[in-house]
T-cell receptor
């Protein structure tokens, strides 16, 4: 049973537009959420995180939103750039302090 | 400033053979994690170590899998005997946060294993 779900395996967006990647979780004990980005033949790299005491965290073009009641978080990228094309993994952790990852969403930004 | 180093980058082997994957974490990081990436399940945590001690190996799929961390700068993941369904990319990651894992993990480039 997947505790962190990314239901969209892929997303295509035009350059300059907004990319919205979604993630749902089932474990109400999760209190810290992260997004990682992965290019082909490389390891995932940390992008942005959010604690459950917040509902929004922004870093440049990247913003993560957390809706605890819906157990849903999203990553907004605006404006999207071709270099943003990668696989994006959502991850969550709770008291066990281990990261549980989703299955990833392949984002393609079209020039 | 070296990151997490994994070897080999690619391994092709035949079913039944022993496979050993190696990892050197970032110096000073005291937590080390082994993940497996597959198309179907994404990134799965196999095992993690804190201060060289295995803390949780519940993600290790079967007894064919074993992991060791003899010192702070080296870990191995062994599969014996290997099977075609073990084909995946295996990632090692380290963290400086005392095993809490809530923060950033630093991943290696992965070892792509193909078992024929």
């Amino acid at each position: 049973d997947q505790q962190v779900k990314q239901n969209s395996p892929s997303l295509s967006v035009q350059e300059g537009r907004i990319s919205i990647l979604n993630c749902d979780y089932t474990n109400s004990m999760f209190d810290y959420f992260l997004w990682y980005k992965k290019y082909p033949a490389e390891g995932p790299t940390f992008l942005i995180s959010i604690s459950s005491i917040k509902d929004k965290n922004e870093d440049g073009r990247f913003t993560v939103f957390l809706n605890k009641s819906a157990k849903h978080l999203s990553l907004h990228i605006v404006p999207s750039q071709p270099g943003d094309s990668a696989v994006y993994f959502c991850a969550a952790s709770g008291s066990a302090r281990q990261l549980t990852f989703g299955s990833g969403t392949q984002l393609t930004v079209l020039p | 400033d070296a990151g997490v180093i994994q070897s080999p980058r690619h391994e092709v082997t035949e079913m039944g053979q022993e496979v050993t994957l190696r990892c050197k974490p970032i110096s000073g990081h005291n937590s080390l994690f082994w993940y497996r990436q597959t198309m179907m399940r994404g990134l799965e945590l196999l095992i993690y170590f804190n201060n060289n001690v295995p803390i949780d190996d519940s993600g290790m799929p079967e007894d064919r899998f074993s992991a060791k961390m003899p010192n702070a700068s080296f870990s191995t993941l062994k599969i014996q005997p290997s099977e075609p369904r073990d084909s995946a990319v295996y990632f090692c990651a380290s963290s400086p946060r005392g095993g809490r894992g809530t923060g950033e993990l630093f991943f290696g480039e992965g070892s792509r294993l193909t078992v024929l």
